[in-house]
């Protein structure tokens, strides 16, 4: 297919649109506007439904009640708005209900300001509602990305009835890159199989939910709970840029990913040995290929534009068997490559 020029924002409404969804939820908040704006102007064109909801929470129990009934279907917020969706994301996981939930962050705490930031981390990955449960988290570093792993969170979303959330952040959702788009894809209907609710009277009646007050039962579903993150270990993804040789590997995330890298290239042609793991997937964590580099030698770095939250799963990975220092790029602000230049190569001149 032809290539085409779009914002983050508008390829992440694409990549939804491609991948079947047809229900989208949402309330308006920036940066994160056109792609409520993008699914308001198509989806009723091909019979699907847009509804700007009274609020961020009524906006996912919608999507919610969507996934209970089998359907693909979209919420998007940004960093408050998000946090009001955290009860209603940890029901999703509780009952076993697929759902895709886009974060394009901004800063923080609070209201912040309008600007990028990567203070999300937390909230994403560790679970911001209550009770044991995770969510499958995606970082797109390029608007492709943004587009390509907004299709695969719908694949991810119903292959574990888990929901998924494409994390990006105020840079991606605003940067104009071309993009590909790939053939739609058009869902099996029965895809949901026999736990949908569909109104049939033809059958027994099905209760999907997140109560369980029986004696053991909350229990037990909670192991089914974990046996069902760990099957989706399988689903990690990272980039690996330089590393074969590097004496210091820096792990950066999204778009910080991507700026890190054009710092690397340049610190390589003045014979810095630096390399770059940027992961794609932050939960499931690729903490396997940082510990095959920490068990080379390597030394490690993470940058983050925040002041400090992906480095905790980085020093888990590691156990130890390696350094890693930490550089937080201060939310709200614009990052290059020449802020990171500075820290890389004082971490390079340390010793080990």
């Not at 920036?30 to 409520?36: D, F, K």
């Not at 009952?95 to 912040?112: A, E, K, Y």
């Not at 590097?246 to 340049?266: D, M, N, P, Y």
């Not at 080379?296 to 002041?307: A, K, P």
């Amino acid at each position: 297919m032809s290539r085409i020029f779009v914002k983050g924002n508008e390829a992440i409404a694409r990549g939804a649109l491609d991948a079947g969804c047809r229900c989208y939820f949402g309330y308006p908040i920036t940066p994160q506007n056109e792609i409520p704006e993008y699914m308001s102007r198509v989806l009723p064109g091909i019979g699907g439904q847009f509804v700007q909801a009274e609020s961020e929470i009524a906006a996912v129990n919608m999507l919610l009640g969507a996934g209970a009934c089998g359907v693909r279907a979209m919420t998007s917020s940004s960093s408050p708005g998000i946090s009001l969706k955290q009860e209603a994301i940890s029901y999703m996981a509780g009952s076993d209900l697929p759902g895709v939930i886009v974060n394009i962050s901004r800063g923080g705490p609070g209201l912040g300001d309008i600007g990028p930031s990567q203070g999300d981390y937390f909230q994403a990955v560790k679970g911001g509602g209550h009770g044991d449960y995770r969510q499958l988290v995606l970082a797109p570093a390029s608007v492709q990305e943004a587009y390509d792993l907004t299709m695969l969170a719908f694949e991810l979303a119903f292959a574990y009835r888990n929901p998924v959330m494409v994390l990006g952040d105020a840079i991606i959702g605003q940067m104009m890159e071309p993009i590909s788009q790939r053939e739609p894809v058009h869902p099996d209907p029965d895809e949901s199989g026999s736990w949908r609710l569909e109104g049939s009277g033809e059958r027994k009646p099905r209760v999907i939910k997140s109560l369980r007050l029986a004696e053991g039962s909350l229990g037990d579903h909670n192991l089914h709970l974990q046996e069902k993150y760990e099957k989706a270990r399988r689903e990690c993804r990272h980039e690996e840029f330089l590393t074969q040789d590097a004496e210091l590997v820096v792990v950066a995330f999204g778009s910080i990913g991507r700026i890190v890298k054009s710092t690397i290239r340049r610190l390589r042609q003045e014979g810095y040995r630096v390399g770059l793991l940027r992961p794609v997937s932050l939960y499931p964590f690729p903490s396997s290929a940082l510990q095959e580099l920490a068990g080379q030698g390597r030394r490690f770095l993470t940058i983050e534009h925040n002041l400090g939250q992906m480095v905790e799963d980085v020093r888990l990975a590691l156990c130890g068997q390696a350094r890693c220092g930490v550089y937080g790029h201060l939310p709200g602000n614009l990052p290059t490559p020449d802020d990171f230049e500075e820290p890389i190569v004082k971490a390079m001149k340390e010793r080990k």
